[in-house]
Nanobody, 115 residues
Framework: QVQLVESGGGLVQAGGSLRLSCAASGNIFSPNAMGWYRQAPGKQRDLVAV???????NYADSVKGRFAISRDNAKNSVYLQMNSLKPEDTAVYYCKVVSLGVHYWGQGTQVTVSS
């Protein structure tokens, strides 16, 4: 069984920074894509950033230049550094890991940005 444990969410003022972490444990083998998604109240879950096993990254237009995704393959972990946060970044953030064609989701961590 695979578990994804997220941490690092919280309350921050606009312009501040947070770093999210997600560690995968259990029967997981060489994760391919690892990424972060977010879901605001009443809205669909959207991609924030994704990183492949080779290190290629892709970002939502709304976070380009402010967020940075990275991964540690030895630890099966993915990180999201969020800078210059805006109130519209407020959402529950979920990590996702793809391994052998199976998509695994974390439980989500709340990020709230006050104006």
């Amino acid at each position: 069984q695979v578990q994804l444990v997220e941490s690092g969410g919280g309350l921050v003022q606009a312009g501040g920074s947070l770093r999210l972490s997600c560690a995968a444990s259990g029967n997981i083998f060489s994760p391919n894509a690892m990424g972060w998604y977010r879901q605001a109240p009443g809205k669909q879950r959207d991609l924030v950033a994704v990183i492949t096993s080779g290190g290629s990254t892709n970002y939502a237009d709304s976070v380009k230049g402010r967020f940075a995704i990275s991964r540690d393959n030895a630890k099966n972990s993915v990180y999201l550094q969020m800078n210059s946060l805006k109130p519209e970044d407020t959402a529950v953030y979920y990590c996702k890991v793809v391994s052998l064609g199976v998509h695994y989701w974390g439980q989500g961590t709340q990020v709230t940005v006050s104006s």
